[in-house]
Nanobody, 124 residues
């Protein structure tokens, strides 16, 4: 089992930045790939970013490439999502997920553990 707790969400103006954190516990963090997904009201869950066990492999969704950066600190069992140049279309609940594999995936169905989510709201 892996427990995930997200933090760092909030309200920000368009053009601003936020940094999300996801603290993991319950399993050797360095062995698992991590991902971030988001879901806006009335929309399907969308892939945002994913990172492999040692940070060597990273994937990003097309809508966030060049603006968001995913990273991890295995010593602190934490994964981060740095979000820059935010716009109102980024408004959503952001979820952290862990996969029982060292290698990341862009498919939400391939993740085994999920956090409760953190709200990000970008005002225009």
């Amino acid at each position: 089992q892996v427990q995930l707790v997200e933090s760092g969400g909030g309200l920000v103006q368009a053009g601003g930045s936020l940094r999300l954190s996801c603290a993991a516990s319950g399993r050797t963090f360095s062995n698992v790939a991590m991902g971030w997904f988001r879901q806006a009201p009335g929309k399907e869950r969308e892939f945002v970013g994913a990172i492999g066990w040692n940070g060597g492999i990273k994937y990003y969704g097309d809508s966030v490439k060049g603006r968001f950066t995913i990273s991890r600190d295995n010593a602190k069992s934490t994964v981060f999502l740095q979000m820059n140049s935010l716009n109102p279309e980024d408004t959503a609940v952001y979820y952290c997920a862990a996969r029982s594999s060292a290698y990341p995936s862009t498919w939400y169905s391939e993740y085994d553990y999920w956090g409760q989510g953190t709200q990000v709201t970008v005002s225009s």
